[in-house]
């Protein structure tokens, strides 16, 4: 029969939280697979799934390769653990003459035959079976692996392939992702994600200095993320006002400062009012003038009650690109829809603003009111996983 074995990795060195990640991790399996046809199958303690048709396999594995707190998997035959039986399986196997190596663990020790006994035997089957192949004990090419199981079953496979590692998802809660238009944003939420922390997401547009198609990008990129991070709920918020008043009231070297200050005060409200722990933002040091370690003393200053996290603050653009594309993100981040912080940019903005100085240009302009005001537009759209 053919199965797919799961691996859990990290989650066992949690010790009493182990349960909690289990079964967290198990309904994240089942969510990321509805509407599919299989059967989930835990016995002791390893999982797997089986029942499913099998031209349905490769759509099965790419699921599972984006659930968060899985390792790797395998998909594998299932025979019973009879000595023939796995000879007869092993038989059928074709090296194409390349290097092999078997590897045969024995959890069942009532098996009558040694791992190293058995490992040898099924060496020279497939030596027999594949005349231009031969053993290299080092460096293998193909890796045969034989699983006996305390189900009384064998596990047969040659592949082991590399899933998103992590922690489950809601393992760490949920977070609100300052979520742009941008490549780095979406990262930076696939990357907390991986890190078990659920998301909804905060987007500031500045209608009609943005377009719609800015809008709707955003929204494709929270569906997009939605692959990995399940339902995202998209708080939509007009930044025009606030961005008129700064523009009209304060010095043009400060715009972005007090912009990004008032964008995380409104953030902090979002997270208290939907019981959120955590902010997330692309940011990356250095990247530009407004992510600078004294622009970010800056804008994190307003912020009394919740941390922010920056998982892109050590990575080189490239480096973020590459995860961007492999999840996806890239191809509609680079979309040339302006962004609301590119509305009214100044020529030069201030590289290294204090903390002073931005409350000082904030004397012109009513931030509680601003905020306010903001709150009060909030539009939400819930983005379901497709
Ligand atoms: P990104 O590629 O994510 O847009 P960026 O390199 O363009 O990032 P900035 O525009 O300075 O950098 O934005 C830094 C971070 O601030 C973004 O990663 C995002 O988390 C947040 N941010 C910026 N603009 C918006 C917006 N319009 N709505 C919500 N969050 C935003
Ligand atoms: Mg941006």
Redesign the pocket.
């Known amino acids: 029969m053919n199965v797919i074995l799961l691996r859990f990795g990290e989650l066992y060195l949690k010790g009493h939280n182990r349960n909690y990640f289990e079964s967290t991790l198990i309904k994240n399996i089942k969510s990321m697979l509805e509407g599919e046809e299989y059967k989930l199958e835990s016995t002791f303690g390893r999982y797997v799934i089986s029942n499913y048709s099998q031209d349905k396999q490769n759509k099965i594995v790419e699921k599972l390769k984006k659930v968060f707190g899985l390792y790797s998997l395998s998909p594998a035959i299932e025979v019973n653990a009879e000595v023939d039986t796995i000879k007869n399986e092993v038989a059928k196997i074709e090296c194409k003459g390349k290097t092999f190596k078997v590897f045969v663990k024995r959890a069942d020790k009532s098996f009558p035959i040694s791992s190293m006994d058995f490992a040898k035997d099924l060496g020279e089957l497939i030596l027999n079976n594949n005349k231009n192949s031969s053993v290299d004990l080092y460096k293998p090419q193909c890796e045969i692996h034989v699983d006996i199981r305390m189900n009384h079953k064998a596990y047969i496979f040659d592949n082991i392939i590399k899933c998103q590692g992590g922690l489950p998802l809601g393992c760490s809660g949920k977070g609100l992702?300052?979520?742009?238009?941008?490549?780095?944003?979406?990262?930076?939420g696939y990357l907390m994600a991986k890190r078990g922390l659920e998301l909804e997401a905060?987007?500031?547009?500045s209608y009609p200095y943005t377009s719609e198609q800015a809008k709707d990008k955003?929204i494709k990129l929270a569906n997009l993320l939605t692959d990995y991070v399940g339902d995202i709920k998209l708080h939509i918020i007009s930044?025009t006002r606030v961005q008129e008043e700064i523009h009209k009231r304060c010095k043009p070297e400060f715009m972005?400062t007090i912009m990004?200050r008032i964008?995380m005060r409104v953030a902090e409200c979002i997270c208290e009012k939907y019981n959120l722990g955590a902010i997330?933002?692309?940011?990356?040091l250095g990247?530009?003038a407004?992510?600078t370690m004294q622009s970010m003393t800056v804008t994190g200053n307003v912020i009394k009650e919740k941390p922010i996290f920056r998982p892109?603050i050590a990575m080189d653009k490239e480096e973020i690109i590459e995860i961007s594309r492999s999840i996806n993100t890239y191809d509609t981040?680079i979309l040339p829809y302006e962004?609301?912080?590119t509305v009214f940019l100044p020529k030069n903005p201030i590289i290294k603003p204090t903390i002073k100085q931005a409350e000082n240009e904030e004397q012109y302009i009513d931030v509680d009111a601003l905020v306010e005001e903001c709150l009060e537009k909030e539009e939400i759209i819930n983005i379901m996983r497709e």
Do not use: K, W, Y
Request: glycine share 8%.
């Open positions: 992702l300052l979520l742009s238009g941008g490549i780095d944003s979406p990262v930076a905060l987007h500031f547009h955003v930044f972005i990004r964008m997330v933002t692309g940011e990356s990247q530009v407004s992510q892109c981040s962004d609301c912080c």
